[in-house]
């Protein structure tokens, strides 16, 4: 079976989601990646010691600079020549949208928020706050196409070396015409959330963009805690998205997560329940992010932190 | 300007799921707007309002799922489609997408406007599926939507930041929750909502048959995720922040 991944490219090389994905398809049959934009033919030697056995390669900035389209065309002009039976994709913005191009254009199936993978025609995702495992036979034409959640997976190094395929898949102008024309980096501040020991994170129940704040204070209180988000409050503008933990943001396996007025919708969830030790504080007791709490409080974050912070200063004498 | 809006009914807004017996979703409820497609419905209104043009609501579904398009009416949207066919019952994302491009091209569009992903769904790539059905360009994950001279420029969010994109129109755009704030329906739009008709549509009349939405896909087993063992939760109290210090003090981490 030949298993595709689709890489992303950052300027520090392939993201660890792409590695992880690289894990399963190494494990799956022949996996080969698909590296597409600035950084592909660099990114070769660590997708090869991932497992990769082959990258088809192209460093054009059209993928780059034109969102989905050319990436979707040529993708699909190697399928016609290659033949996978699967393709994955990790849950990024760009990417999501390649897989979805793709779904149209070859009428293939496409599973997303995938945390298993056990064929070519089966998988498993999750419902309902991640308490109910959906086994899912997928049908139709070759390649079946699916969107991975971040960290599903493990990546591996197995000291492979990829043999480099260049992609020289002619883009027509016609795939140009949305166009980037300027990049903005948001940088997070303070601890790194990957690397911290205690992440704190807001969601909607902090209620308003001010008390943002208050979870700096905790986070300062508790000592070099990093500061996460949900995508609600992010996509609100409270916060810029390098805090965003979940589906779409950052995955963290940190010695305590303190939830903060978090209900726990899935998409969070993702991101933090490898935690070791979980505190949730939320108001509605019926909220999932109970059932992975291990020290659950039901009741108003605005009343309770500044509380918690108060009897964290007075411990630290 | 015409402005499609995607919108769905969702049966419960916080994203929990209810499968029938035979593993697809229950939508026999009374659905209601899927929050997400608020903003949508909302940056489609404030796009018409500077430019002109009208807004049609667009959502696929049983018969119960024109709660969505109700909703839009009462914020504004002129005009309202639902889908409605016993053949796309447990139909997955692509014929899905293949539906709603059909009664796109029907209505005729300049811009097509949706969420970046449904609460209960949640696979994020319709909009684009239908933006290649349709055979036009996108951009997802637009924080903020501007056209001028039949070119949309977009602020679209990114895992670093933002970047600023021209899409020329037609396209479609996926817009997030941080777009915009979107308005509650007032009292006049609740009453003239309901002069309003909903128009639905069969998969005949867009031209399509049981085999353009064949499923692709289907669920085999369901079964219940092993549970986190342990967990205590308390009521919030005198005290609660003495119970989560103590914790913290247990994994060592003050």
Known sequence: MKVWVFAELTPGGPTPATLELLAKAHELGDAEALALGPGATSAAPTLGAHGARTVYASDDPVYADHLAQPAAHAVKTLIETHGPDLILFPATYGARDVAGRLQAKLGSTLMANVIEITGADAARTQ??????????????????????????????????????????????????????????????????????????????????????????????????????????????????????????????????????????????????????????INKDPEAPIFRVADLGVVGDALVVVPALIQELVKRRG | MNVVVLVKSVIDPSGQPRLGPDFLMDRSAEGTLDPTDEFGVEAALQLTAESGGTVTALSMGPDGAGAAVRRAFAMGVDAGVLVTDPLLRGADTLATARVLAAAIAQAGFDLVLAGVESTDGYTGTLAVAVAEFLDVPSATFARKVSVADGVARIERQTESGYDVIECPLPAVITVTAGSTEPRYPTLKGIMASKSKTLESRTLADLGLDAAAVAATQRVSHVTPAPAKSGGVVIEAGDDAAVRIADALDQAKVI
């Open chain 1, 127 to 280: 419902i309902a706050g991640g308490t109910l495992f959906v086994d899912v036979v997928l049908e139709g034409p070759s390649p079946r196409l699916i969107i991975v959640s971040p960290k599903a997976f493990v990546a591996q190094e197995v000291g492979g070396t990829a043999e480099i395929v260049p992609v020289e898949v002619e883009i027509p102008e016609y795939y140009t015409r949305v166009r980037r024309i300027e990049q903005h980096d948001e940088p997070a501040s303070g601890p790194k959330l990957e690397e911290a020991r205690v992440v704190v994170s807001g969601g909607r129940g902090l209620q308003d963009p001010s008390n943002i704040t208050l979870l700096q204070q905790l986070a300062d209180a508790v000592g070099g805690a990093a500061v996460g988000a949900t995508r609600a409050i992010v996509d609100a503008g409270w916060i810029p998205y390098s805090h965003q933990v979940g589906q779409t943001g950052k995955t963290v396996k940190p010695d305590v997560y303190m939830a903060v007025g978090i209900s726990g919708a899935l998409q969070h969830l993702v991101g933090m329940k490898g935690s070791k030790f979980v505190i949730a």
